[in-house]
Structures are given as C-alpha cells and as structure tokens.
C-alpha cells in the first residue's frame, strides 16, 4: 500500500460491534474474565489496550516495520532502550543529539554503569574508530538536532551488522514519510510522536518500531514491568494525526524550503543549515537516503543580540519548546533544549549563542518570510 493509504487504514478495522469506522477510545483500567482463567485477550490496560495497539500498529507499517511499541514519551521510549543493554556495556552515540537524549544518557543512566562516547557519526570512521570490546549499540540521531547533520544509515547499519552491534535511528525529524531507516538495515527506529507524528503540538508520547521479533520481545517487557505506557485518548489523537501525515508534512517541507532560501540569500543570516540547501555539506546524502528534507532550519546570525531580537520580536512564529506542530516554533537551543550539553561540546559542534532553530510550520508561507523580514529586514 501507498504511505497515505497506510497512514489512514493500517492498524485501523471498523469497530467489530457497531461497525465505527474510527478507532474507539478504549478508556479502561481492566477488562472482565468470562471465567478463571479465561479472557478475550485483555488483562489490564498497562499490558494490554486495543487503542494503542491500532497505534502501534499504523506507526509500524509507516516505518516498514514489523512491531512498534509505545511510550507516554519519547524519553521514555530512549530510556526503554537501555533494557536492551546491561552495566558495563559501551554505547557509541552521535555527539548532536536532542539535549533531552543526553541529559538522560550522561547524566542519569552513566550512573547504572553504562558507558558512552560521543561522537560525529557523520564520519564513519569515527564510529569504528570509536569501538571497544564491550561495544553492544550504535545510536545515530539523522538529522541531528539542532545541527541538521546526516549520517549515511547503510554506512551505519553495514557496521553494526559486521559488528554484531543493535543499531538505533532517531528519526523524529524527519518522520516516517520522508525516511524509513529500517529499509536501510538499521535495527530500530526511535520517535517521539509528540512532535510531526502527531503534529497538533497537543500530546506528549514516544515510540519505538522494529523487525526483530527479539528485540520487540525485550521491549513489551519492558513497557509493561516499566508502565510508561500512553494513555488511549493520547493514543486515538495521534491515530487522528497520522491520517493526514503526508499532507502535513508535503507543506513543512515546501514552506522550510522556501524559507531556507530566503535565509541564505540574507546577510544577517551567517549559517543556515538545512539539509535542502546545495551548500549543505550533506546534501548529495540526504537526496539519497531521505525522500524529502523535513520543516527544520536552524540559522546561525553570529551575534547574541540578533539572534535575541529574532526570537522575541516574532509574531506569527512562537518561542516554545518543542517542534514539528502545524503552527512555526522558534527556539534557542543553547538556551532551551540544549542547556544541559556543557557549553564547550555545544561551541565545538557549532551550537552556538547565536543559533536559532526554526521549526516551520503549515502556515501560509509568505506570512512567514514576512515574520522575519520585518525583523531582518
């Protein structure tokens, strides 16, 4: 099936008894047993919900995958991953993450033994260079956050396969509509669905999809002994939202690409990174392994006061945290998502002061050019 067929039937039955064609809210703590010993397939709804799995199961089949299993967030589902590893295990992990990523990885989960290096995984080389004996993941975040750097999948699955490595892809940022990095032999693909998945910027939740029915047997472990699992109406407003992923993500893409163009052709905008651009250093690899460039600009205006004036003079763009809703985000990294990276690692990936990541939305294109016009003139 085509992915906006898949994106509005997969996981998705009318409703057995009344023939609803949407997904009921199953809002249910338990389920009744006919008898000891005896149910229709539903325990408890930690362990089991028939809202969640339609999810489950709709995110899956967009990411060409064979299972996925869901979170109440996408750092849940980042900490759920680390059941697949044990202490004293190595971690390689590319140095320009979500800062949310290594705020739990550096800072909490280091403290139950596990060990990390960080490092740009944009360069192959540098992942194998980064190998030790106690080596078990590769987890790569394509495009990065902020940076907009792209790492080669296939490079990357090819080592982890030689390897006996698991490897990981964040793909938040891109979604299932423009990159599908189980396709390209990675073992599983991370989101957070609260962001172009879901889209509306009104639900927080995580998911994770693979094929590997090991993998998959490790992770349902850990989503019910854990619990950090989405409630149903979270669940049916994200079923509501991948129904029309496609189109939503047609129009970030046209409108941050329009709006990219505009910034590299404006001398206040000193560095614009957007993986659309041809002077993007990894431009040929996104044209090859992304069947778009996503809604995410992040633009370097080289000093502190401009980048200041951008995010609190702005009126039809939001400063907030978060990305990839409908309505354009503006943020300040160093300031917001990222504070928790120590200052000199943000400055040498280039994460700087004057960094200022856009997250365009569906608006009409010209209203956001003019937004920032009026300030860049």
């Not at 996104?286 to 778009?292: D, F, N, T, V």
Request: charged content about 25%.
């Amino acid at each position: 099936m085509g992915f906006s067929t898949d994106a509005i039937h997969a996981g998705q039955e009318p409703d057995l008894k009344t023939g609803a064609v949407i997904t009921p809210i199953y809002q249910t703590s338990t389920y009744a047993q006919e008898e000891l010993g005896k149910h229709k397939g539903y325990e408890y709804a930690r362990t089991q919900n028939l809202t969640r799995e339609s999810l489950e199961k709709n995110i899956a089949a967009l990411e060409k995958g064979k299972y996925g299993i869901a979170f109440s967030s996408g750092l849940a589902a980042t900490n759920a991953l680390m059941s697949l590893v044990k202490s004293g295990d190595h971690i390689i992990i590319s140095n320009n993450v979500y800062g949310g990523t290594y705020r739990l990885y550096e800072l909490v989960m280091k403290d139950f033994g596990l060990d990390y290096s960080w490092v740009d995984t944009s360069n192959l080389k540098n992942i194998e260079n980064a190998i030790k004996p106690n080596t078990k993941i590769v987890y790569v975040e394509t495009p990065t956050n902020p940076m907009l750097t792209i790492t080669d999948l296939k490079g990357v699955s090819e080592i982890c396969k030689k390897n006996n490595f698991i490897s990981i892809v964040d793909n938040t940022f891109m979604s299932p509509y423009f990159q599908n990095p189980l396709e390209m032999g990675c073992d599983i693909v991370l989101h957070s669905s609260t962001k172009y998945i879901n889209g509306h910027s009104d639900v927080v939740s995580g998911i994770v999809v693979t094929k590997s029915d090991k993998i998959h047997d490790r992770l349902r472990y850990i989503q019910n002994a854990a619990g950090a699992i989405p409630g149903p109406f979270d669940c049916w407003l994200i079923l509501r939202a991948t129904k029309t992923l496609a189109v939503r993500m047609e129009r970030h893409e046209k409108n941050a690409n329009q709006l990219a163009e505009y910034f590299s052709k404006n001398d206040k905008a000193k560095k614009v990174y957007y993986p659309g651009l041809k002077l993007h250093p990894q431009h040929e690899l996104a044209k090859k392994q992304m069947r778009g460039f996503g809604g995410m600009i992040s633009v370097d205006f080289g000093d502190i006061e401009t980048a200041k004036k951008v995010v609190n003079d702005v009126k039809i763009f939001t400063l907030a945290e978060s990305l990839g809703g409908v309505e354009s985000l503006v943020c300040h990294p160093a300031s917001m998502t990222h504070a928790s990276v120590p200052k000199a690692d943000r400055d040498k990936m280039g994460l700087t002061e004057s960094l200022v990541r856009f997250s365009v939305g569906i608006e009409d294109v010209e209203d956001l050019i003019e937004d920032i016009d009026n300030i860049l003139g």
